[in-house]
T-cell receptor, first 114, second 113 residues
Framework: GENVEQHPSTLSVQEGDSAVIKCTYS??????FPWYKQELGKRPQLIID?????GEKKDQRIAVTLNKTAKHFSLHITETQPEDSAVYFC?????????????FGGGTRLMVKP | DGGITQSPKYLFRKEGQNVTLSCEQN?????MYWYRQDPGQGLRLIYY???????QKGDIAEGYSVSREKKESFPLTVTSAQKNPTAFYLC????????????FGPGTRLTVL
């Protein structure tokens, strides 16, 4: 089955700096890669996603890049703000037999210091 | 925060007891999922269902059971066979299809005393 590795597990940045979180996946047939943000005590919420036929996608201060050859994808947050502090999860949807199942990475706790 | 709800928010159970967690959605989603979240870890899939009266085991189904008698409801039973049930349980739902967003419920925190 699919295996997703996420790094780093914790990330501390100064307000205004950029943050990058990286994930690798194992199933070369994976075709959908969402990113979720989970604030303390809250439910995970989708912040951005990318399909396998796209190399990069941006939405205001956040962007995701995908390298299918290397089987890795990354989340980029620019001009970080204290409200960006949360746990971020990457995920991958496996190949044709995976149904709608997502495999999640272990999460990255992002702390933005004012 | 409507759409997908879970109850109760907190649940305490004595060892050896079965307990059922509720998950309801009014988003007309066909697919529903149960995940387990442990501190500092990601989400691990317990069970999922893409249609009424059918469900599939996820990566960590041992000690859990589910039913899907209605499209809107997907209850999870944590049985006494689950060795370490204390965790945060998240339910999610989505439309069927490769690129559909999974929407999560608020979660149930289960503590075994």
């Amino acid at each position: 089955g699919e295996n997703v590795e996420q790094h780093p597990s914790t990330l501390s940045v100064q307000e205004g700096d950029s943050a990058v979180i990286k994930c690798t996946y194992s199933d070369s047939a994976s075709n959908y890669f969402p990113w979720y943000k989970q604030e303390l005590g809250k439910r995970p919420q989708l912040i951005i996603d990318i399909r396998s036929n796209v190399g990069e996608k941006k939405d205001q201060r956040i962007a995701v890049t995908l390298n299918k050859t290397a089987k890795h994808f990354s989340l980029h947050i620019t001009e970080t703000q204290p409200e960006d502090s949360a746990v971020y999860f990457c995920a991958a949807r496996g190949g044709n037999n995976a149904g709608n199942m997502l495999t999640f990475g272990g999460g990255t706790r992002l702390m933005v210091k004012p | 925060d409507g759409g997908i709800t879970q109850s109760p928010k907190y649940l305490f159970r004595k060892e050896g007891q079965n307990v059922t967690l509720s998950c309801e959605q009014n988003l007309n989603h066909d697919a529903m999922y149960w995940y387990r979240q442990d501190p500092g870890q990601g989400l691990r899939l317990i069970y999922y269902s893409q249609i009424v009266n059918d469900f599939q085991k996820g990566d960590i189904a041992e000690g859990y059971s589910v039913s899907r008698e209605k499209k809107e409801s997907f209850p999870l039973t944590v049985t006494s066979a689950q060795k370490n049930p204390t965790a945060f349980y998240l339910c999610a739902s989505s439309f069927v299809g490769p690129y559909n967003e999974q929407f999560f419920g608020p979660g149930t925190r289960l503590t075994v005393l």
